[in-house]
């Protein structure tokens, strides 16, 4: 029997499965993953957005090939290999999804072929494209290190389950009141980078009802002075968790909840997992 993390489901399943199998014939520019891995769905939304091609290879990061730690020592997911010639011999590596999704989107830049930028850019965007970076960075060192805190509470821990709880849903609230007031997404009408950002971590929010007794939103008509808020988020929540991109790289719910339960116990010896035990930042 393996260990609490090498009992992963190895495979995609549902609509993720169908998108991984229109994907994995040979292509110079390859994204490695795993299934489970948010940060690797990120990117996955990212290529699906912008209709690139590309050869999906899944893997078991907690059994890494000799041949992918040599392009990513590191051996982490996602990475994407990234051809340096016109035949596709030789490739670099990219790592950590931020920078993947903004390569993604820079260098597929065709709107004709690969639709609207994700991150606004050009002079008279500058603005609005800080705006996204700076709430992108809120996405990334508050509300994801919530989610992680939050989800591996354990009594043993120093703080309690409803403070957890509380300080995640702080961190959604702030970023609530900086969206975009009509909507449905972040900057409007508009899809964005800071959407894909945050859509796999809301993808998993229902496993707090599972394992965490819920996640703590109120029922409309229930949050008082905050009524407001919570009801932009239902907007917004709706809009992502229902876009085809997002849809089309969630494996069954079922995987999910086998997956997490190694972080609800606080038992995953992910180097995500580890780093919220140690509170250190993410790595």
């Not at 489970?36 to 957005?49: A, D, G, K, M, Y």
């Not at 970023?175 to 909507?183: I, K, R």
């Not at 229930?222 to 917004?236: F, L, N, Y």
Request: aromatic share 12%.
């Amino acid at each position: 029997m393996g260990s609490v993390d090498t009992s992963l489901h190895k495979h995609t399943s549902g609509r993720a499965a169908k998108f991984a199998s229109s994907h994995e014939s040979p292509h110079p520019l390859i994204l490695y993953g795993g299934w489970f891995c948010p940060f690797v769905q990120r990117s996955w939304i990212t290529l699906h957005e912008k209709r690139i091609p590309h050869q999906y290879f899944e893997i078991n990061p907690y059994h890494k090939d000799p041949e992918f730690l040599k392009l990513n020592p590191r051996g982490l997911v996602p990475t994407l290999a990234v051809p340096m010639d016109r035949q596709g011999n030789k490739q670099k590596p990219l790592y950590e999804s931020q920078v993947i999704c903004e390569y993604l989107d820079e260098v597929y830049d065709d709107e004709a072929q690969h639709g609207r930028d994700l991150l606004p850019r050009g002079k008279e965007d500058a603005y609005l494209r800080a705006k996204c970076r700076i709430w992108i960075d809120h996405i990334s060192t508050r509300i994801i290190p919530a989610f992680y805190r939050f989800m591996q509470h354990t009594e043993d821990k120093a703080y309690s389950l409803d403070e957890a709880r509380q300080e995640f849903l702080g961190h959604i609230k702030t970023f609530v009141e900086a969206l975009d007031p009509q909507g449905p997404f972040f900057l409007g009408e508009r899809f964005s980078m800071v959407d894909i950002m945050l859509a796999p971590w809301l993808c998993r929010m229902f496993l707090f009802d599972v394992y965490k007794g819920g996640v703590g939103i109120p029922e409309e008509g229930q949050a008082g002075k905050d009524e407001e808020v919570w009801k932009r988020w239902s907007k917004w929540a709706k809009a992502v968790g229902e876009r085809e991109s997002v849809q089309d790289t969630l494996s069954d719910r079922d995987q999910y909840i086998d997956a997490y339960r190694r972080y609800a116990e606080d038992k995953t010896q992910s180097q995500v997992g580890q780093a919220t035990r140690s509170g250190r930042g993410l790595p």
